[in-house]
């Protein structure tokens, strides 16, 4: 049986206040790049919950996911190099706007993250050739233009925050 392709699922947090940005500046295989505070989705969390994480893990704030703004699909490249092998990868990232919350202070920012930036939707758009993913400036044009989905059309079943390993066989 042939192995089944499975997209990277990643959750974004767009967060924009007083008309800016909230940006993250990280340490990439290419260079430092700017991203929407974002990251793989864990196992045993709600897309809601994991959005909600990184967004603290990234940008030391809290942040309540209020609206869906997208789901969306990106295929990102990598040539090998002496360090690592050539990556062929499809994100398949939720992207939620919403609310905000206090600086948490005692904490630190995520390993690779340089630092946290406000960036107007021009210096966004003007610094689309650093952007790690062609997803930043998507999810903000997507703000910009209106878009919001309720939370209403996600559902996470009890069963995915209460995993158990699967037997041989395929049961639980």
């Given amino acids: 049986m042939k192995n089944r392709w ?3 699922a990643t959750v974004a947090a767009i967060i924009e206040h007083q008309g800016k940005f909230l940006l993250v500046e990280e340490h990439t295989p290419e260079g430092l790049r700017l ?14 919950d994991g959005c909600a994480r990184e967004a603290l893990e990234e940008t030391m704030h809290l942040f309540t996911p ?3 703004l997208g789901v969306y699909m990106s295929r990102f490249q990598r040539q090998a190099s002496t360090e690592q092998a050539a990556e062929d990868i499809t994100y398949l990232r939720f992207a939620f706007c919403g609310s905000l919350g206090a600086l948490q202070t005692g904490r630190s920012l995520d390993t690779g993250i340089v630092r946290t930036l406000w960036l107007s939707p021009d210096e966004v758009r ?37 995993l158990q390993p699967v037997a041989p066989g395929g049961t639980p």
Avoid at 153 to 159: E, P
């Fill in 66 to 68: 209020t609206h869906l």
């Fill in 6 to 8: 499975k997209p990277s």
């Fill in 126 to 162: 003007a610094s689309a050739a650093r952007h790690r993913s062609p997803l930043v400036l998507q999810c903000m044009e997507d703000y910009l233009r209106g878009q919001r989905y309720p939370m209403s059309l996600i559902h996470t079943d009890a069963n995915v925050m209460n």
């Fill in 35 to 48: 991203n929407n505070p974002a990251g793989h989705l864990d196992e045993g969390e709600s897309l809601v």
